[in-house]
């Protein structure tokens, strides 16, 4: 069974000049190759977006 993220939802004011930066933590260590981001939700209109996304461990 998939494990589940904990993060926050999206700023509906985020912009270039202060951008709506977010964090998501896993619940426990993830071992993968690929991993598959899905979009669920968006704040207004029919599109969605991410400007950029970092991998840390």
Same mark, same amino acid.
């Given at each position: +069974?998939?494990?589940?993220?904990?993060?926050? =939802?999206?700023?509906?004011?985020s912009?270039?000049?202060?951008?709506?930066?977010? =964090?998501?933590?896993?619940?426990?260590?993830?071992?993968?190759?690929?991993?598959?981001?899905?979009?669920?939700?968006?704040?207004?209109?029919?599109?969605? =977006?991410?400007?950029?996304?970092?991998? +840390?461990?």
């Open positions: +069974m998939p494990k589940t993220p904990e993060g926050t =939802g999206p700023d509906a004011a912009n270039a000049a202060d951008p709506d930066l977010k =964090g998501i933590n896993f619940i426990a260590p993830v071992q993968a190759r690929y991993f598959r981001l899905d979009i669920t939700s968006r704040v207004a209109g029919n599109r969605v =977006g991410i400007g950029e996304l970092n991998v +840390m461990q």
